[in-house]
């Protein structure tokens, strides 16, 4: 088990687009065992961005093909976010999240889908993703997406294709 939120009592850290003059608000609430990342996007003052971000850590990630998510979806598209350094800019890696509406779910997602990203645009010639490397998870949701959202997940665990 990679992140158990039956377990963990820290909630990841806000960083939405306030910090560029927007109003986009968002939490990540730890309740009963399952976190919930949640608030309201705007696109207000040039905003449009909603994030959480899991403090720098060393994740056990070596060896595996991708993760696996338990998460009850709303509707909306999210973005999975890995960050190879622990500076609070730069180049991260996303891969789309869309999960089901109301609805529990496991969601396998190959490390290979991963794009190396810079404030919303693809960079270009970047090396793919490290997973031994990974030194934080964060979870986004974007893409003009106006109004309030709510994901819910009981626990990030890793996976391997083929048994090893």
């Keep these: 088990m990679i992140v158990d939120f039956g377990k963990c009592a820290d909630p990841w ?12 608000h968002s939490e ?6 399952v976190a919930a990342f949640q608030g309201t996007l705007s696109l207000d003052n040039g905003g449009g961005f909603a994030s959480v971000r899991s403090r720098p850590s ?14 009850k979806g709303d509707g909306n598209r999210y973005r999975l976010r890995l960050r190879t350094t622990d ?9 789309v999240l869309e ?17 190396p990203v ?3 645009r693809t960079v270009e010639g970047f090396p793919p993703l490290d997973p031994a ?32």
């Design 13 to 24: 850290l806000s960083i939405d687009d306030v910090v560029m003059g927007g109003v986009s």
């Design 28 to 33: 990540m609430v730890v309740e009963d065992g």
């Design 58 to 71: 060393v994740f056990p990630l070596a060896g595996l093909d991708g993760l696996l998510l338990r998460v």
């Design 87 to 95: 500076a609070s800019d730069g180049v991260s890696y996303e891969a």
């Design 99 to 115: 999960p089901f509406a109301d609805e529990w779910e496991d969601l396998a997602v190959p490390f290979t889908s991963f794009r």
């Design 118 to 120: 810079f404030r919303g």
């Design 133 to 164: 490397a990974v030194r934080t998870l964060g979870l986004m949701i974007s893409d003009r997406q106006e109004g309030p959202f709510r994901l819910e997940l009981a626990s990030i665990d890793g996976w391997r294709a083929t048994p090893g």
